[in-house]
């Protein structure tokens, strides 16, 4: 069965009124989502006015230019994402709800939001000077009673702005620039939240060896993925990785 569209006001008295809800949750923070401005208009009077940048033809392009490009927005191609899959236990939402039902159902949406204003929190302390939410989902599995996949997709502002330290009159080309954070590490469901505050700082020093090497550099996105590795949710198998974008008149390297 496909996934019910519910604010999360009043979804409560939506979900007793409607007990036959499909099988998954899911929830938009309408309320937090603040988009900037189109990709045509984002260097006017930004960090990168009147510099000509080259290869711009796909969506992704022009999503990464507009992030370096407008330090002071909240941009669609400035994102975390963090996928993970909890059980009724691991939310306090969800506490003595019946399993499968759709109150559990919608206090698993409810715990997704929380979950994704703590994971601002986060992120402003490692490398982002503001945080919103842009979406907050969760799911209830198929065969799996009471466990729940949960999706956050985070927008932020950088702390350090994007400085070209180059010559403006140049003609640059942007370069994206992908970096493994964690391979593959087995954690605990309790233990996931330091882990991650750790690839946050390594995330924010990956700008480093990009900058020495091009003169400039952004942080474009982070994802993180969880999945269990066992029956139990409270293992899971953690995979990291952070794009960068840089705009290079030469080669890029992202290495010390």
């Known amino acids: 069965m496909g996934k019910v569209v519910l604010f999360i006001v009043g979804a409560l008295a939506i ?7 499909a099988v998954g949750y899911y929830v938009m923070a309408m309320a937090n989502r ?8 984002i260097a006017r009077g930004g960090p990168l006015q009147g510099v000509k940048v080259t290869g711009l033809r796909e969506d992704g392009d022009k999503r990464t230019f507009a992030a370096l490009a407008s330090p002071g927005q909240f941009e669609t191609g400035r994102s975390v994402f963090l996928h993970q899959t909890l059980g009724a236990g691991d939310m306090p939402e969800t506490k ?12 698993a949406g409810a715990a997704a939001l ?6 601002c929190e986060r992120l402003v302390r490692s490398f982002a000077s503001e945080c919103t939410v842009d979406r907050a989902e969760a799911s209830s599995l198929a065969g799996a009673s009471g466990r729940f996949a949960v999706s956050l997709r985070l927008l932020f502002k950088p702390r350090e702005p994007f400085a070209l330290n180059g010559d403006a009159a140049a003609s640059y080309r942007l370069v994206t620039v992908p970096v493994t954070l964690e391979r ?4 605990t ?8 505050d750790t690839l946050y700082r390594q995330a924010a020093e990956g700008c480093g060896p990009i900058r020495r090497s ?3 550099c952004g942080l474009v996105s982070v994802t993180i993925r969880m999945s269990p590795e066992r029956s139990s949710a409270s293992v899971q198998r953690l995979t990291a990785h952070a794009v960068y974008g840089t705009l ?3 080669p890029v390297s992202a290495y010390r």
């Open 114 to 119: 929380r979950l994704a204003r703590e994971e």
């Open 248 to 250: 290079a008149t030469g």
């Open 184 to 187: 593959s590490e087995l954690i």
């Open 96 to 107: 003595d709800l019946p399993a499968g039902s759709a109150e559990q159902r919608v206090g």
């Open 34 to 41: 603040i988009m900037g401005p189109s990709p045509s208009s």
């Open 15 to 21: 979900a007793a009124m409607i007990p036959q809800l």
């Open 214 to 216: 091009s003169g400039n």
């Open 189 to 196: 469901t309790a233990s996931a939240p330091t882990v991650r």
